[in-house]
């Protein structure tokens, strides 16, 4: 039975941390990760205005072969980066293990991982490859996504709950909106770009705990 695992590390603690350091954006969003012949392609959203000086250094890392843009939105770019990343343990880790990675969001903070693995007995091989790479896991819940017990709040965190029920409450999702997400942030303490990245991910895990969750036998 599949179970699911959310965790912060430390952008020093594995090398694509310190290869995308946040000393310029707000944030960084993992899109996907992209096998391409004997290279890992990362797709990562970059948050807020991006500087030369974060790109240089990006290219400047010994394992990374080109950073290039993909698209650019109002307050965020899709960049594509070519990386070998045979020597992250990290995501040797997660993929030694069979680990799906679900969603992966970076501040100068750290970093915030949601993976997915078959079994508990390979989140416990993870934690333990982990542990000898050196790699410290702040471990924020574990669930099992298919248990009708797992969670009151569909799988929610409870500052997801709480950003989400907010927002419902003030009318963001209404036509035409009755706040925005800066009225959000200031009502909950936090930044206007964390409210935005907090909805998303509760609206999906909400999504993957109420809408795809197989029902049980009968």
């Known amino acids: 039975m599949s179970v699911i695992t959310e965790v912060r590390i430390s952008p020093g603690d594995f090398e694509l941390g310190q290869i ?38 990006v290219r400047r890392y010994p394992t990374v072969d080109n950073v290039t843009e993909v698209e650019v939105f109002d307050n965020r770019t899709l960049f594509r980066l070519d990386w070998d990343a045979s020597q992250d343990h990290l995501f040797q880790c997660i993929l030694d293990q069979g680990g799906q990675i679900s969603s992966a969001t970076g501040t100068s903070e750290g970093w915030d991982f949601e993976i997915r693995f078959s079994q508990r007995e390979a989140l416990s091989e ?3 490859c982990c542990e000898d790479a050196h790699i ?4 924020i819940r574990v669930y099992n ?11 929610l965190s409870e500052p997801q709950r709480e950003a989400l029920t907010l927002a419902v409450q003030m009318g963001y999702y209404d ?24 909805l998303r991910r509760a609206i999906g895990a909400f999504v993957r705990r109420a809408l795809l969750t197989p029902e049980p036998e009968t």
């Open 136 to 139: 410290n896991l702040d471990v």
């Open 175 to 198: 036509i035409p909106r009755g706040c925005t997400t800066q009225e959000l942030a200031s009502e909950l303490g936090i930044s206007d770009q964390a409210v935005t990245e907090r």
């Open 20 to 57: 995308l350091e946040l000393d310029e954006a707000s944030a960084i969003e993992l899109e996907t990760l992209v096998p391409s012949g004997d290279v890992t392609v990362p797709l990562f959203w970059v948050y807020e205005p991006v500087r030369d000086h974060f790109l240089e250094t």
């Open 126 to 128: 993870f934690r333990t």
């Open 145 to 155: 996504p298919t248990d009708p017990g797992v969670s009151q709040w569909y799988g």
